[in-house]
């Protein structure tokens, strides 16, 4: 008996105990509800849900059991509130849709009733500075110059000729305007450097070794000569034309673009292909190779991280296996012996950019015209510091930059008249028709400040004062 009551009892406890907690956990679950703002239940819902419902999982802030009374509520509210409205203004929806048509009716026939100068059509519209641009451009075209009643008749004739005389603005007049959209840059200069020595603001950088800036650049001259390609090797080419070169090339722009390589890797792979092809001769089924084995060369002497063989087998569609490409490469390294020290053009242009002050514009377009001497086998004869000078050169013509001074002289080591060939050869390339698509579009992204698409507006425009002749055919 007494174990009984025991029982009993400690049934009794566990009941107490058991009731305290489940009155914590509601307290606790009705607290996080109005905390979230979910919903808030009344007495009379409470004691409608069911019992033996299914225990939701934590955070849950759902409405179990309720959707049905919440979606009665909220339809008997929209049937009340519509009521009001339609005793109140004495329409229905679709009548109050009928009303506004029939007037939006009747204010299209009154302004079609109105005079034609009172319409939207003729009203004055706010239009963008370019369509404005366009055009005043227009109306200056079309327009006639007023003749006054007492100007004698004058024969069509004789207008024509008086005006072919008249003195037309020449390229050289109009240099600059052709870009004069373009931000300037806070830092570029107008005025023309005066003669001072680069190497004078370095001087407190050792990194920069201005001491000895004047031995490299003579260094680097040197080295020009020894490192240049025969410009005639094709001549001793049976299967291989100069344009099949300039195919190659365009190809391998694309291939360095999409690597994201340097620039000092393009012009070297350019540069073995061409004393490679001049001691050698190659078939047209192994060109391709030559091509891909000299960027993978020029890759790993160039870059710090060069791509892998197999990146560079997979962009010539597998047309050759790893074996092939390791026997091209010793092949062109024994041919050359080894030599891959070249100049390139960027060398230069970085000592003539810091006598331009490293205006970001004439710089950016003088590294497209650079390249250009890649494509047109006529600048082989041509060594890369001056293809450097002449670039910039025609960049500063462009913008208006000024004349070609001494101090310019002095850091491009060319003189104008020696920089004037080059020059013209360039926009004798850059106003023919595009030849090397992969090349124009890599320096048509506004990246790169569309340079080929404006430089090319303005050399065609330049090529008859420069006195260039487009018209003789080229092997490009």
Same mark, same amino acid.
């Given at each position: 008996?007494?174990?009984?009551?025991?029982?009993?009892?400690?049934?009794?406890?566990?009941?107490?105990?058991?009731?305290?907690?489940?009155?914590?956990?509601?307290?606790?679950?009705?607290?996080?509800?109005?905390?979230?703002?979910?919903?808030?239940?009344?007495?009379?819902?409470?004691?409608?849900?069911?019992?033996?419902?299914?225990?939701?999982?934590?955070?849950?802030?759902?409405?179990?059991?309720?959707?049905?009374?919440?979606?009665?509520?909220?339809?008997?509210?929209?049937?009340?509130?519509?009521?009001?409205?339609?005793?109140?203004?004495?329409?229905?929806?679709?009548?109050?849709?009928?009303?506004?048509?029939?007037?939006?009716?009747?204010?299209?026939?009154?302004?079609?009733?109105?005079?034609?100068?009172?319409?939207?059509?003729?009203?004055?519209?706010?239009?963008?500075?370019?369509?404005?641009?366009?055009?005043?451009?227009?109306?200056?075209?079309?327009?006639?110059?007023?003749?006054?009643?007492?100007?004698?008749?004058?024969?069509?004739?004789?207008?024509?000729?008086?005006?072919?005389?008249?003195?037309?603005?020449?390229?050289?007049?109009?240099?600059?305007?052709?870009?004069?959209?373009?931000?300037?840059?806070?830092?570029?200069?107008?005025?023309?450097?005066?003669?001072?020595?680069?190497?004078?603001?370095?001087?407190?950088?050792?990194?920069?070794?201005?001491?000895?800036?004047?031995?490299?650049?003579?260094?680097?001259?040197?080295?020009?000569?020894k490192s240049q390609a025969n410009p005639e090797y094709m001549d001793n080419q049976e299967e291989l034309q100069w344009k099949m070169r300039g195919i190659l090339v365009d190809w391998l722009i694309e291939v360095h673009t999409r690597f994201r390589l340097l620039p000092e890797t393009l012009y070297l792979t350019v540069n073995i292909i061409d004393r490679f092809l001049g001691l050698k001769q190659v078939?047209?089924?192994?060109?391709?190779?030559?091509?891909?084995?000299?960027?993978?060369?020029?890759?790993?002497?160039?870059?710090? =991280?060069?791509?892998?063989?197999? *990146?560079?087998?997979? +962009?010539?569609?597998? $047309? !050759?296996? @790893?074996? &092939?490409? /390791?026997?091209?490469?010793?092949?062109?390294?024994?041919?050359?012996?080894?030599?891959?020290?070249?100049?390139?053009?960027?060398?230069?242009?970085?000592?003539?950019?810091?006598?331009?002050?490293?205006?970001?514009?004439?710089?950016?377009?003088?590294?497209?015209?650079?390249?250009?001497?890649?494509?047109?086998?006529?600048?082989?004869?041509?060594?890369?510091?001056?293809?450097?000078?002449?670039?910039?050169?025609?960049?500063?013509?462009? =913008?208006?930059?000024?004349?070609? *001074?001494?101090?310019? +002289?002095?850091?491009? $080591? !060319?003189? @104008?008249? &020696?920089? /004037?060939?080059?020059?013209?050869?360039?926009?004798?390339?850059?106003?023919?028709?595009?030849?090397?698509e992969a090349f124009f579009m890599k320096y048509a992204d506004k990246k790169f400040k569309k340079a080929s698409i404006k430089v090319r507006s303005w050399a065609k425009s330049a090529a008859e004062h420069y006195k260039v002749d487009t018209t003789e055919p080229v092997d490009l």
């Amino acid at each position: 008996m007494q174990a009984k009551r025991v029982t009993r009892q400690r049934s009794a406890q566990n009941q107490d105990e058991n009731a305290g907690v489940a009155s914590r956990a509601t307290r606790a679950s009705t607290k996080s509800a109005l905390g979230k703002a979910a919903i808030t239940t009344t007495a009379a819902s409470k004691a409608s849900q069911p019992l033996n419902r299914k225990r939701v999982a934590l955070e849950d802030v759902s409405n179990f059991n309720k959707a049905g009374t919440d979606a009665a509520a909220e339809k008997d509210g929209k049937k009340a509130i519509k009521a009001v409205l339609t005793t109140k203004t004495g329409a229905t929806k679709t009548k109050a849709r009928t009303a506004l048509k029939e007037k939006v009716v009747e204010e299209v026939k009154a302004t079609e009733a109105k005079p034609a100068a009172k319409t939207a059509a003729s009203r004055p519209r706010k239009r963008s500075n370019s369509s404005i641009r366009a055009t005043e451009a227009e109306n200056i075209e079309n327009e006639a110059p007023a003749v006054e009643k007492s100007e004698p008749f004058v024969e069509p004739e004789i207008k024509k000729q008086e005006a072919a005389t008249k003195q037309q603005p020449t390229v050289t007049e109009d240099d600059g305007k052709v870009f004069a959209n373009e931000p300037i840059n806070k830092k570029s200069r107008t005025a023309e450097p005066s003669n001072f020595l680069i190497e004078d603001d370095d001087n407190d950088d050792p990194l920069m070794v201005a001491e000895y800036a004047e031995e490299i650049d003579a260094y680097l001259r040197e080295l020009e000569p020894k490192s240049q390609a025969n410009p005639e090797y094709m001549d001793n080419q049976e299967e291989l034309q100069w344009k099949m070169r300039g195919i190659l090339v365009d190809w391998l722009i694309e291939v360095h673009t999409r690597f994201r390589l340097l620039p000092e890797t393009l012009y070297l792979t350019v540069n073995i292909i061409d004393r490679f092809l001049g001691l050698k001769q190659v078939g047209l089924d192994k060109l391709q190779l030559v091509g891909v084995a000299a960027m993978w060369v020029a890759a790993k002497y160039e870059e710090v =991280y060069s791509p892998s063989i197999k *990146n560079f087998i997979y +962009v010539s569609d597998g $047309g !050759y296996v @790893e074996d &092939e490409l /390791l026997r091209a490469e010793r092949y062109i390294l024994t041919t050359l012996d080894y030599d891959l020290s070249y100049p390139n053009p960027m060398n230069f242009l970085r000592r003539i950019s810091k006598a331009d002050d490293y205006d970001i514009r004439t710089r950016t377009f003088a590294k497209y015209l650079m390249e250009v001497s890649l494509l047109d086998y006529r600048f082989l004869e041509y060594p890369g510091s001056l293809v450097a000078a002449a670039a910039m050169y025609m960049a500063r013509k462009m =913008y208006n930059r000024g004349s070609w *001074n001494a101090s310019l +002289v002095h850091y491009s $080591g !060319y003189t @104008e008249e &020696e920089v /004037l060939p080059v020059f013209k050869l360039m926009i004798d390339y850059l106003a023919r028709p595009v030849k090397h698509e992969a090349f124009f579009m890599k320096y048509a992204d506004k990246k790169f400040k569309k340079a080929s698409i404006k430089v090319r507006s303005w050399a065609k425009s330049a090529a008859e004062h420069y006195k260039v002749d487009t018209t003789e055919p080229v092997d490009l």
